[in-house]
Structure formats: C-alpha cells, structure tokens
C-alpha cells in the first residue's frame, strides 16, 4: 500500500508558477506509476499529468502541455509537478495519485487558485 501527501498549492496571480509535491510512503514507490489530477467545482477529476514508473515516459493533457511538467525522485519517493504561466483556469483541487496494476491510491489533495 502507498500513502501519498501533496504539498505547494496556494494562491498565486495569473502567469504566475508554482511546484507541486507529493511524498509517498513504502519501500515500492518506484514500481508505481504517478499521476497528478485535478478536480475544479463543478468538474469531473480530470488527468492532467502522469509519468511511468521508471520515470521514461510522460503524457499530458492538452491545456497544459508546453506549461506543466510532471518528473519524479526515487531515491526521494517524490514526484512533482512544475506549473507555470499559470492561467485561471487552472484553478483546482490537484490530486497526486498511484497506480499499479488496475490499483489506485490517492493523496489528499491540495488547492491551487489562480487570480485573474
């Protein structure tokens, strides 16, 4: 079982950047698949990045390709996701999440609010 915490959300004004953490616990960190998700009021939990186990392959969704970038630390059980230009669209609850084997595990989200 993995045990995730995010951290860096915040308030932040329009073009603006910020850093997403997540720190996993458990010693298989690295056989995981990491995804960041974000769920806006109103909106469905969307995908927005996610990076293989190894680390050697990224996807991302549309709106944030070219702005965000998803990378990962296995030494440090930690992934991340580099937002910048950030836009007010944007704004949402980011979710870190792994997954193995059809199996998901999720984090407990953190804010971030863009201002116009």
């Known amino acids: 079982q993995v045990q995730l915490v995010e951290s860096g959300g915040g308030l932040v004004q329009a073009g603006g950047s910020l850093r997403l953490s997540c720190a996993a616990s458990?010693?298989?960190?690295?056989?995981?698949?990491m995804g960041w998700y974000r769920q806006a009021p109103g909106k469905e939990r969307e995908l927005v990045a996610r990076i293989s186990w190894f680390g050697g392959t990224t996807a991302y969704t549309d709106p944030v390709k070219g702005r965000f970038t998803i990378s990962r630390d296995n030494a440090k059980n930690t992934v991340y996701l580099q937002m910048n230009s950030l836009k007010p669209e944007d704004t949402a609850v980011y979710y870190c999440a792994a997954d193995k084997g059809g199996t998901y595990y999720w984090g407990q989200g953190t804010q971030v609010t863009v201002s116009s």
């Open positions: 458990g010693r298989t960190f690295s056989s995981y698949n």
